[in-house]
């Protein structure tokens, strides 16, 4: 079987075994701060084994794809050098929320794995691990499975924080339990021991299928209580059951990755199908591809940072190869052909995805060239034959500036690396990677809840209102004083909790003798919270209270809600399908809306798009709500934000033909009630990623009468009309462009007088003709200029100036070519600069610096002499 077949294998075995098929989630985890990215096929179903997330199912299977590529899975530089080490991979997995347990998920794996039905591998080539003291894993495998004892490896806990030897832990707290794992024997022909072996690093027996049962819940002192409702999951790498069952040694090998490195062999020249760098290139174009499919864009930090890593990584690996100009970008088509029936987004953003990494790739050459520009720089500024470490990590890390070519240059120079240096720097950034991927998180801390609240908010702000749970803080209270914030929780509420961009209603939770102040609404799994404070009174459990929304901020939300849909349909429809929702922002105040396009708006196409969205509510279409299952929903044409998790039975909110989304947000009944649409804001947030900010209704029109106002102030101050103000304005600009240059003249007088002045004041020491000297009211440019008359001036000397602007030093440091052998400019400025509190560097001939320690000028002016003695 190819990998595609082995894929769909997967999935249809297990859902004849009754499993929903889920389809692979992004890549950036939805909701949970505790990932970089996704990294295994449970963790779009974190919250259902949490209990936060309630499905209509007990059984699933996916393909999920996953990446590893930072914080504790950083394995970055192993890639393409092993044989089993990728940035990306698919996870093949099976789960069990509450439903089957040990019995079934083993008989399933097996089943799978040696029946002639599906994968027929060979039981006498299976070996299983099970937790040492998992004894009913263990009889299950010896005694209904029946794989012999002596191939049943008991693995113990040796303390290890995370997923260690067969005990598999989410977190430091939550659910937990004991691993089963089924390794495949490749051979005696092949080194290495069974697993818990002195020898079970080696390839021959290799990890395939792992199976984690979750019947513990660990509390932060450690104890362990049994799970009401034991869960299963699974994984099992695509990649490595694909290479055994294709059997093959190398995942490289599969048929896969071997389509792949031919299309990398293509755009690269190189004809060796077994080189390193085509493998680094066929792995990275996976990880990079889906990344930006999911939203990922190439930035200099966060997940970006990793992104633009892999990336760079590949180029090199591309460039060492000789590949000429940009060529990784062409790899996505080849991708396209292999993945893109299982991951049809891929397909559908082939394009957008080519032009981020062609746009990238356009990027790092640049950078290339201002690396050169820095290392020359450093070179020339060198007091000894060694480049600091500290460069060359600072080249490599934020120029993407390979050590090889550093390394490189600096022999043709007949200079060495402070490697020892470079990897100390490395490492402290490996340190802060591990640190930004270990995200502490205790999942017993947040609100223990199983309520689920109602939304009754759509047709009305006002209602009969029931307190079900009060907390202060996370624990629960049976009332809150006056004075006291707190949460309250009902099983039925008018206030909207905060989700899909549009934020929390504020308002009233009042009744007799008592008024909780709402200051926000949130979400916690099912249910709504209210967070506040009892303004008046005592509120307690089961309290009757009547319900009150801000109707003015929910109206005024709901204005700018209703635009947001509006604008994308009209971004979409004057820039293109490659526009994507990328985030956005709805409160009472105004809109802000993130979308996906590689170039700034010019003001031609935003008043474009402002025309446009405000003809549509000049239409005053009807808006409309429906509730439908999500294929219908997608069917009909409604756009759904992908990464979003949805329900399956959504809402599709339309506005007349022009625009029809998912969304569970609150709106207009019609276009037109939204009044007027002004954009205020047009700009970039990240690589390929712009953001338009907008206010509507009442909101706009005070903008545009504050507007009109300081019109009206500009036409007073330039004593003008409206009609005339452009003209009036520009004259003002032109009249004060000549009144600088005038301004620049007159300081470039000032400087050669000074410099006449100056040049009779030089004096000799040891043969040298030197000066130092402290200029008054002479700006930077200013004191540059008077240094290079004065060095035409006196022919031959050592000079220094300094100029002081307040509680700041400018200096300037000359030395005329013919005493450059003895004498350096910058070595010269950094003697000064130290004494000041400040720093400085340049060339032999010519440096600048600056201090912030005034005080201190005249005695570092003094030091000059003794500098100039000293190396005479």
Same mark, same amino acid.
């Given at each position: ?364 050459? #640049? ?268 069917? #009909? ?136 000297? #402290? ?63 400040? #720093? ?33």
């Amino acid at each position: 079987m190819n990998s595609a077949q082995i894929r769909q294998a997967f999935l249809d075995y297990f859902k004849q075994q009754g499993h929903e098929v889920v389809p692979s989630s992004p890549l950036v985890p939805g909701n949970d701060p505790t990932l970089l990215f996704t990294n295994a096929g449970m963790v779009q179903f974190k919250d259902v084994f949490l209990g936060s997330d309630k499905r209509s199912y007990t059984r699933a299977t996916s393909s999920q794809r996953c990446v590893r590529a930072g914080g504790k899975h950083n394995d970055l530089e192993n890639v393409g050098y092993t044989a089993r080490h990728h940035t990306f991979f698919e996870m093949l997995g099976n789960f069990s929320f509450g439903d089957y347990f040990k019995q079934d998920a083993i008989r399933f794996a097996w089943e799978l794995l040696t029946s002639e039905q599906w994968f027929g591998l060979p039981q006498e080539k299976l070996w299983v691990t099970v937790y040492e003291e998992d004894d009913e894993a263990f009889e299950i495998w010896r005694d209904q499975i029946g794989v012999p004892a002596e191939r049943i490896v008991r693995i113990g806990d040796k303390g290890g924080r995370y997923n260690s030897d067969n005990f598999w832990a989410m977190g430091d707290t939550g659910p937990c339990g004991p691993c089963t794992e089924v390794f495949y024997d490749h051979g005696p022909e092949i080194w290495g021991g069974p697993p818990g072996s002195p020898e079970e690093d080696g390839d021959r027996y290799i990890e395939i299928w792992n199976i984690v049962f979750m019947q513990f819940n660990r509390a932060a002192d450690g104890t362990m209580a049994p799970l009401p409702k034991p869960s299963v999951d699974t994984g099992m790498g695509l990649e490595r059951i694909a290479a055994v069952l294709q059997n093959v040694h190398s995942n490289y090998e599969i048929d896969l990755f071997q389509n792949l490195l031919k299309a990398a062999a293509e755009v690269t020249g190189c004809e060796d199908l077994e080189h390193k760098s085509l493998r680094v290139i066929a792995d990275h174009i996976r990880s990079c591809a889906f990344l930006v499919v999911d939203g990922v864009l190439p930035s200099n930090e966060g997940r970006g940072y990793v992104l633009r890593r892999i990336l760079r990584r590949a180029i090199r690996h591309g460039n060492k190869l000789g590949a000429k100009g940009a060529f990784f970008h062409k790899l996505v088509a080849a991708l396209v052909a292999e993945m893109g029936a299982a991951y049809p987004e891929l397909a559908e953003q082939q394009a957008q995805v080519e032009r981020v990494l062609l746009k990238e790739e356009e990027q790092f050459a #640049k950078t290339l060239e201002k690396g050169m520009r820095i290392l020359e720089q450093d070179i020339a500024d060198l007091d000894g034959k060694e480049i600091p470490g500290e460069t060359v990590f600072t080249l490599y890390d934020t120029y993407g500036f390979p050590v090889d070519l550093t390394a490189d240059i600096a022999r043709e120079r007949e200079l060495e690396l402070d490697m020892v240096g470079f990897e100390r720097q490395m490492e402290a950034q490996r340190e802060r990677a591990r640190a930004a991927g270990q995200f502490a998180v205790d999942y017993n801390e947040s609100l223990a809840l199983d309520t689920e609240t109602l939304f009754a908010g759509y047709d009305g702000l006002a209602r009969p209102a029931k307190v079900a749970r009060l907390f202060r803080g996370a624990e629960e209270a049976s009332c809150l004083e006056a004075g006291e914030e707190g949460v309250v929780v009902m099983p039925e509420t008018p206030f909207y909790a905060e989700s899909g961009g549009q934020v929390g209603d504020t308002g009233l939770l009042r009744g007799e003798g008592v008024c909780f102040q709402v200051t926000d609404t949130t979400k916690q799994g099912k249910a709504f919270l209210h967070h506040g404070k009892v303004i008046e009174g005592s509120l307690s459990a089961g309290a009757e209270l009547e319900a009150l929304v801000d109707a003015e901020a929910r109206q005024a939300t709901a204005f700018n809600h209703s635009a947001t849909h509006l604008l994308h349909a009209v971004l979409r429809d004057q820039l293109g399908d490659h526009v994507n929702q990328k985030g956005s922002l709805v409160d009472a105040e105004r809109l802000r809306f993130d979308f996906s396009h590689f170039e700034a708006l010019s003001r031609e196409q935003l008043l474009g798009i402002e025309a446009s969205v405000n003809a549509l509510i000049r239409a005053n279409l009807p808006v409309t709500t429906q509730l439908m299952n999500i294929e219908q929903a997608k069917a #009909k044409g409604a756009m759904a934000l992908f990464g979003e998790k949805y329900d399956e039975d959504v809402r599709v909110v339309s506005m007349g033909e022009a625009s029809m989304e998912l969304c569970g947000g609150t709106h207009v009944q019609r276009t037109g009630d939204i009044g007027w649409f002004k954009i205020v804001s047009e700009g970039g947030i990240a690589a390929g990623v712009r953001r338009i900010e907008a206010l509507t209704g009442p909101a706009a029109q005070r903008w545009i009468g504050e507007t009109e106002k300081n019109l009206d102030r500009l036409t007073g101050l330039v004593k003008g009309s409206r009609d005339s103000l452009v003209e009036k304005v520009g004259s003002v600009i032109e009249r004060n462009r000549q009144l600088e240059k005038e301004l620049e003249q007159l300081k470039a007088k000032l400087a050669s007088s000074a410099g006449n002045d100056l040049a009779a004041q030089a004096d000799e020491v040891a043969g040298v003709r030197l000066l130092a000297a #402290k200029l008054e009211g002479v700006d930077p440019k200013a004191l540059r200029d008077t240094l290079d008359q004065l060095k035409n001036k006196l022919g031959s000397a050592v000079i220094l100036l300094a100029a002081v602007q307040g509680e700041k030093i400018s200096l300037a440091a000359g030395v005329t070519q013919d005493l450059t052998g003895r004498f350096k400019a910058g070595e010269l400025i950094k003697h000064v600069a130290t004494q000041v509190g400040g #720093k400085g560097g340049g060339r032999p001939d010519m440096a600048q610096g600056g201090g912030t320690e005034p005080e201190s000028l005249s005695a570092a002016l003094a030091s000059v002499r003794d500098w100039v003695q000293e190396r005479a």
